[in-house]
């Protein structure tokens, strides 16, 4: 699947507000979908790029020999999906938000997992 498509299928996880691919070296998204005048996908791609560099790091500085698979930031009123790309040298991650009233966290990650497997980079 194309990086439209699968940020449509993103959108299409129950709850969803906003998604985007992103480089996370660079901060920059490679698609949107979503968002608008409550959530700037652009900024909240370039912040999780950050979360997701200092992970890294702090793994690396750990010397842990793992790989991330998501990182969830929980708000108020909001879940933050990160999912880390786990392909041949890609720095990228799929990015949900997620209303919490209206989502299954559980059902989210589990979209997130088959969307990465289908996305062709």
């Known amino acids: 699947m194309n990086i439209e498509t699968a940020l449509k ?9 906003g ?20 959530l700037d ?14 992970e890294m790091r702090m793994m690396a500085t750990l010397d842990m020999d793992e790989s991330i698979e998501d990182i969830l930031v ?5 879940y933050h999906l990160i999912r880390v ?9 799929l990015y949900l938000a997620l209303d919490r009233e209206r989502a299954n966290l559980a ?10 497997r289908e996305l062709a980079l």
Do not use: K, P
């Open 9 to 17: 299928e993103a959108m299409a996880v129950n709850g969803a507000i």
């Open 19 to 38: 998604a985007a691919l992103v480089d996370y070296e660079s901060g920059m998204c490679l698609g949107t979908a979503g968002g608008g005048r409550d």
């Open 85 to 93: 790309l786990t392909r041949d040298g890609a720095y990228m991650f």
């Open 107 to 116: 059902l989210a990650r589990h979209s997130l997992r088959r969307i990465e």
């Open 74 to 78: 929980t708000l108020h009123r909001q």
């Open 41 to 54: 996908l652009e900024i909240a791609a370039a912040g999780n790029a950050e979360v997701v560099r200092h």
